[in-house]
């Protein structure tokens, strides 16, 4: 029996800022949720890449005959499948591709320019046949000398990865190629003033080792295309309009003829804003005129998806006596993979983005080298250039005696402060946080030895951009909503809170989904901290619409003019009391909508505006083990300015997941290439991600400082967790320790190796104890 | 007049020209007046900008309105991972 | 190569398929039994995206070969409400927002329940340990430990 809806309405009911039940939860903790590698198709064949074993080579022939001859090869594709593209910028949704280079990176022309380089697939009707095929496919490549680690590719001989890659940013324009895509500054002030007069300076070299944003779910596509050129595609993506954007541009498609579903995502963190299988599944189905499934393996995720860049970044800071930074100055250099496009530049935004400093000049390297094309990974640059200035942040605390709190407080950039970047500040929360931090009993505990404590912050700006939610009205009141950004962790349910309030109808009766892109208007991607914020915006503009149309229907029904008829707390009533109209609930209007004009529903299509920045301060506890070099993370808090919390648990979830990821890019995670630039650790078990034993409880206090420009003052927050962590843990050891480690990860070998240089390890003992635990002297 | 300061790299297309004063009531019309003054800076604001409208960083927003006295930044496109 | 054809109990339920010999229990379970709340993370073992219980024992399904399951019993994520009535677990995990993208979340309540089935007053430290051979990337593992030490405390309380 249907629920029915009682004319009364709580009005006390609010659920924005509460703890709902998330409504695809059900579907995820029985297995019925359908990620990409979960669909099929009738007849589908099994789609397979051949890469590039090299991490350099010109391709000299391609000889595709004799897999195309094996029984059950329904299809194989190279680059000569694809168009080639020009050299330009073309809008593909709201990002600016060069489709060149996009070309080339998913499938390699006339060069490999990494190992795990795709060369080559083939559709087969079964794995085993696919597997063959590839194997038949005989690739000539003429090898040659490779370069990874970024100074050593900015080096005057280093080997080219493009004949045609001149420096832009320099003056004069260079005369001869190098692997030096962009050189970018930014800054005001004069810094040699600056420095001349601060009290203390200090200066710091640092070097990132390169990592991967680390989801679950590997690349998954399933692609099924028609006679008449049209194709459908699944996949796991964190865009599905930028996935159709690229297929149609790619394979000369219209954009109306492609329509992509995206599927439940198993994790994406900015690697899966870009296109790998989608194409070749595309072009590869065009072929074989049958639907083609391909998944990569998790040695093809590590090897042949975007991870982060690898970064030497240098770090100059002065200071006087009582604390206030006079001068700022850092040089960034960032690998960009195979292709050009680091986040060398919001790494450079955002390196003293957190501070009111004077005098400030950064300077950014775009450089190519022969690995993945990197890929965002939250906060993209970030992480990177705010681990060296929280670093010498904190040196530079100790130097002057002041605590690291206070330091930053001192410094702290605020409403109206000229941010590194360019523009002043609105209303921030970095204070806050900081204050928060201070506040906890965390803050106070005492030590043991070979612990120490420490403390950094960060920043991303969040962003906004196209959206399109389209609200409809069942007819039994029920409330259908649909969004276009796929929800990577908790989104629907924050809509469904907001809609909820909006429309003043309980929260089990909203059912969101997330549309494909014909079903609704254009959406840009789910990252940059955007789809709660841009989302939730167009909640508010699409419910306006349909209490709009409400009143005006009411109106009608009790022949009076719309102007004297409100929509309070889920009812349209009369604005003056009267017999003849009594309020009528959402449920209410829907019974009659056929009779007062029709569907009840309203679209918001928005390019949102007005994201606030979302400011954080993490606290963390180390224990050092000298006979190991291991770090134990002892306890985690953090403070983060959510602006509002649409729903507090799906914020601290983003909270505590970042912060995990940002102790893993601290302790463990790294790339490792031997001398033959091949990748040694293309699985789990070497790529050492935080497990559940690694992490201690995180602390998660949300701050909320209202951003003005969003209806409920909502901040975007994923990304900002990730930035500060490295520093914390950094400053951390350096206080168990009194060793500033300017390499990440800060892994076992890397510190016991320190340890043992400044000869304060301690040999293994024969009983295996715990060496951390108990009383030690340094 | 509102103030306007490129950021980044622009800087070189105008031969080091960072700042500007320009009666520009909106972006769209910041945007034709930069190009008129530095022809090259007409395909790098098509690229891609953001702009910072006294504070407030807007994208894609060639509608956006520019007061008189406002502070204008024109800043490299951020977007997110 | 003949195939081999094994019948086995799955969720209580008597199955029956042919497989190949260097075909997985991920790979039958999923492709033939279309069950596919198990998940390939990594195909080695060491994401825990796949766990099931065989025999009763935690597994990783991607580790075990499909010929090898012959007579025996698996219980998978599918099976592990019963009807329409979740096991308190899942409940929990709900409750607790133990989850984000989800792709874990199989693999993590098999490993849970299979903890929880043995030990009815875990510490979060036992948790902790049991629970490292399941990699979750999205919720830094807080809300899942709450989550197990929750649903601990409400079954001893019966």
Redesign the interface.
């Known amino acids: 029996m249907a629920d029915t809806f009682t004319t009364t309405f709580d009005q006390a009911q609010s659920y924005v800022g509460t703890r709902t039940v998330r409504p695809d939860g059900l579907d995820k903790v029985t297995g019925r949720a359908r990620f990409a590698a979960d669909f099929d198709l009738p007849g589908q064949l099994v789609g397979r890449v051949l890469r590039s074993p090299h991490p350099h080579a010109r391709i000299v022939s391609i000889d595709t005959s004799k897999a195309e001859a094996l029984p059950g090869v329904k299809a194989v594709i190279t680059r000569d499948d694809f168009p080639d593209q020009s050299s330009e910028f073309v809008p593909a949704g709201e990002m600016m591709m060069n489709y060149r280079d996009v070309v080339r990176n998913v499938l390699a022309r006339e060069k490999v320019l990494y190992e795990g380089h795709a060369v080559a697939a083939v559709a087969a009707t079964s794995v085993a046949i696919a597997k063959k095929a590839l194997k038949l496919i005989d690739v000539t490549y003429e090898v040659l000398p490779h370069v990874i680690e970024v100074r050593e590719a900015m080096a005057p001989n280093a080997p080219l990865l493009h004949e045609d890659l001149f420096t832009v940013g320099v003056e004069p324009k260079p005369d001869r190629p190098s692997n030096v895509a962009k050189r970018i500054e930014i800054g005001h002030g004069d810094i040699d003033a600056g420095f001349a007069k601060a009290d203390v300076v200090v200066e710091r070299e640092f070097n990132t080792a390169p990592v991967h944003q680390g989801y679950i779910e590997p690349h998954a596509a399933l692609a099924s295309t028609s006679e008449d050129g049209s194709a459908e595609i699944w996949c796991t993506t964190q865009g599905h309009f930028i996935v159709r954007a690229h297929c149609a541009r790619l394979l000369g498609m219209d954009i109306g003829k492609v329509r992509v579903t995206a599927s439940e995502i198993g994790g994406g963190f900015g690697g899966k804003t870009v296109v790998y299988l989608e194409p070749l599944a595309v072009a590869l189905s065009k072929k074989a005129k049958r639907p083609v499934k391909m998944v990569m393996s998790r040695e093809e995720v590590f090897k042949s998806s975007g991870p982060t860049s690898g970064a030497n970044v240098k770090v100059k800071i002065g200071a006087k006596k009582d604390g206030t930074f006079v001068a700022a100055w850092a040089e960034l250099k960032y690998q960009a993979g195979a292709f050009q496009g680091s986040p060398v530049q919001p790494g450079v935004m955002c390196a003293f983005a957190p501070y009111d400093i004077e005098n400030v000049k950064v300077i950014g390297y775009d450089v190519v080298s022969n690995r993945p094309k990197v890929a965002a990974y939250r906060a993209p640059g970030a992480p990177i250039s705010e681990f060296a200035v929280e670093s010498v942040v904190d040196e530079i605390a100790k130097k002057l005696d002041i605590d690291p709190v206070e330091l930053r407080l001192q410094n702290a950039a605020h409403e109206g402060t000229k941010a590194a970047y360019g523009p002043k500040f609105g209303p921030i929360g970095l204070e806050e946080t900081l204050r928060s931090v201070k506040k906890t009993d965390h803050y106070t505990t005492p030590l043991q030895p070979w612990q120490g404590r420490g403390v950094a912050s960060g920043f991303w700006f969040n962003i906004g951009g196209e959206t399109c939610v389209s609200i409809t009205v069942n007819e039994d009141g029920t409330v259908s909503l649909m969004a276009g950004t796929p929800d990577i962790g908790g989104l629907r349910a924050s809509l469904a809170n907001v809609a909820a309030d909006e429309l003043g109808v309980p929260y089990d009766k909203v059912r969101p989904i997330i549309g494909d892109t014909g079903s609704v208007g254009f959406n840009f991607l789910t990252g940059g901290s955007r789809s709660a914020f841009s989302g939730s915006m167009a909640v508010v503009e699409a419910a306006k619409q349909i209490k709009d149309d409400l009143c005006r229907r009411a109106a009608k029904l009790w022949e009076m003019q719309p102007d004297q008829v409100e929509f309070v707390n889920g009812y349209v009533k009369p604005i003056k009391e009267n017999d003849k109209a009594k309020p009528m609930s959402v449920a209410d209007m829907a019974k009659v909508a056929g009779k007062t004009g029709g569907p009840i529903g309203g679209v918001g299509r928005i390019n949102a505006q007005g994201a606030g920045p979302s400011f954080g301060t993490h606290l963390v506890d180390v224990e050092v083990d000298p006979e190991t070099g291991r770090v134990t993370i002892l306890r985690y808090t953090m403070a983060q300015d959510a602006g509002k919390a649409l729903h507090p648990s799906y914020v601290e979830g983003q909270f505590q997941g970042g912060a995990a990821q940002g102790i893993g890019w601290a302790l463990n995670e790294e790339y490792i290439y031997g001398p033959d630039g091949k990748l040694q650790n293309a699985g789990f078990l070497d790529y050492r991600m935080p497990v559940a034993s690694d992490v201690p409880m995180i602390d998660a206090i949300i701050v909320e400082v209202p951003n003005p420009r969003h209806p409920y003052g909502v901040r975007g927050v994923g990304e900002t967790p990730i930035v500060p962590p490295m520093a914390a843990i950094g400053n951390a050891i350096e206080q168990a320790t009194g060793i500033r480690f300017s390499e990440l990860p800060m892994s076992p070998p890397k510190v016991l190796k320190a340890l043992k240089e400044k000869g304060l390890n301690k040999p293994v003992t024969g009983t295996g104890t715990n060496g951390g635990s108990g009383k030690h002297k340094h | 007049m509102a103030r306007v300061?490129l950021?980044?790299?622009l800087v070189?297309i105008t031969g080091g020209v960072a700042e500007f004063d320009l009666a520009a009531s909106s972006v769209k019309q910041l945007f034709e007046l930069l190009t008129e003054r530095h022809p090259p800076l007409g395909r790098h604001l098509e690229?891609?900008v953001a702009v910072?409208i006294?504070?407030?960083?807007?994208?894609?927003?060639l509608h956006?309105p520019i007061a008189p006295d406002s502070?204008v930044?024109v800043?490299?496109?951020?977007?997110?991972? | 190569m003949a195939k081999h054809h094994v019948t086995a109990t799955v969720n209580g339920d008597e199955v029956e398929f042919l497989c190949e010999t260097e075909e997985t229990l991920l790979d039958v379970l999923r492709d033939q039994l279309h069950l596919t709340g198990s998940k390939e993370g990594c195909s080695s073992g060491d994401c825990g995206a796949c766990s099931v219980t065989l025999d009763g024992r935690l597994v990783c399904s991607c580790l075990v070969l499909g010929c090898e399951v012959g007579g025996r019993s698996i219980q998978t994520i599918e099976g592990m409400a019963a009807g329409e009535r979740l096991h308190p677990l899942q409940q929990k995990f709900l409750e607790h927002a133990a989850l984000q993208c989800g792709i874990c979340t199989p693999g993590f309540l098999v490993a849970g329940k299979a903890l929880l089935d043995r030990n009815r007053e875990p510490t979060e430290t036992e948790i902790r340990y049991w629970l490292a051979g399941n990699l979750c990337r999205c919720t830094g593992y807080d809300k899942i430990v709450k989550a197990v030490m929750d649903t601990a405390a409400e079954m001893r309380r019966g």
Do not use: R, S
């Open positions: 300061v950021v980044g790299n070189q690229e891609g910072a006294d504070g407030q960083i807007y994208q894609d927003a956006e502070e930044f800043l490299p496109q951020i977007a997110g991972g």
